[in-house]
DNA sequence: ATTGCATATGTTATGGTGTTACACAATAAA
DNA sequence: TTTATTGTGTAACACCATAACATATGCAAT
């Protein structure tokens, strides 16, 4: 597996652009459809288009999905690029999602993987929860 | 968050069992609709027949859902109702899926997320990778 | 037995998510 | 200019999940 550097990337064309602007205006992960309605004023009429420049943005690791929402996030952690392994945690009270980094998370997962024989590539860690913010307030 | 014993179930009904029996008997996740294809002979023929009796099954323990691959599998592992978080380890050559439980990860995810002021309520963990199994046939 | 309640079922229609196929435009080598 | 690569626009489609409504079944408590 590739980590990837957010340094040097090559200009982000329109569409790209539009949706990556549109996530990280977002104060929550947004579902394509989501991004599509935001985006209709703006060109983007049919959800391809949406897909598209989304594909090329988690290519380029700007943006995550997560998969137990079905929706995206702009990438919001400056350790993201020299890790494979990020862990999402969703707030259901405010839908926020905190992008946080562990330095032993990786092997420990490789590990528990590996007394199974299995070779990990990639992995999805989602923790959902309530947020400091959503703590106090309550 | 509540664990789930094994124990002393309730009778599955009709449909209950159609959809548990299609889920052990798989050698692969399967999603909601190829359930459904599979049990058309069986007189299931809505996929709220299906989804209704996953939800149930869901909530009794005996069946989790990939978030990754928008599918379900029957649970695989003994230990699985005395935590929280298990983990998922799919092949992505042969499909197949390992239940994994790891006495320390809940705590580590625990601590992660306390870091950050977040209380965990659930987990979704699943990796992707290559079985024992496949690599040795590589 | 009758009533009342909770759970399960059957069916239709609808909404949300993601891809295929095809045509065309812009960009960058060669 | 020719060629190849990448991005774009559109329509149609396939897959995933739920809403709404009607009916049936099982199990109390009278
Ligand atoms: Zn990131
Ligand atoms: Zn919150
Ligand atoms: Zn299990
Ligand atoms: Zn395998």
New interface residues.
């Given amino acids: 597996m590739t980590a990837h550097s957010h340094t040097d990337q090559p200009a982000l064309t329109k569409n790209q652009s539009l949706v990556y602007d549109a996530l990280t205006d977002a104060k929550a992960p947004l579902s394509a459809y989501a991004i599509l309605d935001g985006l209709r004023e703006h060109g983007i009429r049919a959800p391809l288009q949406v897909y598209r420049a989304l594909d090329k943005l988690l290519e380029l690791g700007l943006v995550h999905r997560l998969?137990?929402l079905n929706s995206f996030v702009a990438c919001s952690n400056s350790e993201c690029g020299a890790r494979e392994t990020m862990?999402f945690?969703i707030?259901?009270k405010c839908n926020k999602v905190?992008e946080?980094a562990?330095d032993?998370?990786e092997a420990?997962?490789g590990a528990?993987?590996a007394?199974?024989?299995?070779?990990?590539?990639?992995?999805?860690?989602?923790?959902?929860?309530?947020?400091?913010q959503c703590?106090s307030d309550a």
Avoid: Y
């Fill in positions: 998969e137990s862990v945690a707030c259901v905190s946080l562990d032993r998370l420990h997962l528990l993987a007394a199974d024989h299995f070779t990990v590539h990639a992995a999805t860690v989602e923790l959902r929860g309530i947020c400091g703590r």
